[in-house]
């Protein structure tokens, strides 16, 4: 079983990548969102855009459950930091 160092550590390792790739489809989804916008905004004629249109609402959506996921991802590592790593885990009954 490892020391708990090691094991905060690995912890915070794990929560670092999560966010990291959180992060990543935020900024991704918000690049594909300024691109669409741009395009609007020079050629509001442009084929190519009338076919990008309908991803507008899925991009604001994917956006919104990013935000949602950071948030509550934030909210579990503050339980965790105030009440240790287990705070979250259900421990069967007599143990």
Same mark, same amino acid.
């Given at each position: 079983m490892p020391s708990e160092p090691v094991a905060q550590s690995a912890i915070q390792r794990r929560h670092a990548v999560n966010r990291a790739r959180l992060?990543?489809?935020? !900024? +991704?989804?918000?690049?594909a969102t300024l691109v669409i916008i741009r395009l609007l905004v020079l050629d509001?004629? !442009?084929? /190519? /855009? &009338?076919?990008?249109?309908?991803l507008i609402p899925m991009l604001i959506l994917l956006g919104t459950g990013v935000?949602? +996921?950071l948030r509550s991802? &934030? +909210? &579990? +590592?503050?339980?965790? !930091?105030e009440l240790g790593p287990d705070a979250g885990k259900q421990h069967p009954v007599g143990s």
């Open positions: 992060l990543g489809i935020s !900024a +991704l989804g918000l690049s509001p004629t !442009a084929d /190519l /855009l &009338r076919q990008l249109a309908p935000s949602l +996921l991802h &934030r +909210l &579990r +590592l503050a339980l965790e !930091a």
